[in-house]
């Protein structure tokens, strides 16, 4: 097998560090907005797309913009924090929202509510899927504009065809995989074990945490094995995780 089995990326990754946040850590900061606009926009500034929009800003726009549009903090107030004057600040917060707009993917269909029936079917689908190593299934629960990344990554795979070339060559290693579910972000996301024959157990292979808009996945970003003891995920030997039991409802509807 080469040293490197995937394919060239098709696209940039500008994100230099970036990792997964447990929701455990997050638990009533999007919930505590008052009313569904606010939470929604919470999400979002917890998002992974967000974190690496925001690590590229310049630093006094980085700051400006975490301490008043994120944290909530007054002008007055972050003026005194950054040790300037209340029009510089207002003026960085402009750069930094239409510099942060630019890097934020286009808006799409908003994402189903955390651990809600809609959000818990496309789940259950990606699971079943990976797991059964379809790539069709798996493509068929993507977006048009679908990405798929790894922090520290040459680039990214945008787009259903790019992301099917990396399913298949993840699958033509020909090995068994699991996902065991757990949350980053408020986004879902999963262990991801891959069997050793040898031993017959599964070993931990990283982690993936998916970004969804509507009924289907907008992005897909990978991690390495550093991260999974936060999530309190075990190191190896996982009970499979439950699948949908007559496979990915995208597969069985049929590609839109």
Not at 94 to 112: C, Y
Not at 185 to 212: I, R, S
Request: no cysteine.
């Amino acid at each position: 097998m080469p040293a490197n089995p995937y394919p060239e990326p098709n696209a940039t990754s500008e994100a230099i560090w970036l990792e997964p946040y447990p929701d455990l850590l997050l638990e009533g900061i999007a919930d505590a907005a008052p009313g569904p606009d606010a939470r929604a926009e919470a999400r979002e500034a917890i998002s992974l797309a967000f974190v690496a929009a925001l690590q590229l800003l310049p630093p006094r726009q980085r700051a400006a913009l975490v301490l008043r549009d994120v944290l909530g903090f007054r002008a007055k107030e972050v003026a005194a924090m950054l040790d300037t004057g209340e029009e510089s600040v207002n003026s960085a917060l402009r750069h930094a929202r239409a510099n942060l707009q630019s890097r934020l993917p286009p808006p799409g269909d908003p994402a189903p509510a955390p651990n809600s029936q809609a959000e818990r079917a496309i789940v259950e689908d990606l699971v079943a899927a990976y797991e059964a190593g379809d790539v069709a299934a798996l493509v068929a629960l993507l977006t048009d504009d679908a990405v798929i990344t790894a922090p520290l990554a040459a680039g990214a795979y945008v787009g259903p065809a790019a992301a099917a070339s990396v399913f298949q060559a993840i699958f033509a290693q020909d090995r068994s995989y699991r996902l065991m579910p757990t949350r980053a972000n408020l986004q879902p996301a999963f262990g991801v074990y891959v069997l050793d024959p040898a031993a017959g157990l599964f070993h931990a292979n990283g982690m993936l945490v998916v970004a969804l808009a509507g009924d289907r996945i907008r992005a897909m970003t990978r991690f390495d094995n550093s991260v999974i003891a936060r999530f309190g995920l075990p190191p190896g030997s996982p009970e499979p995780a439950k699948a949908a039991s007559k496979g990915p409802r995208s597969a069985r509807a049929g590609a839109d």
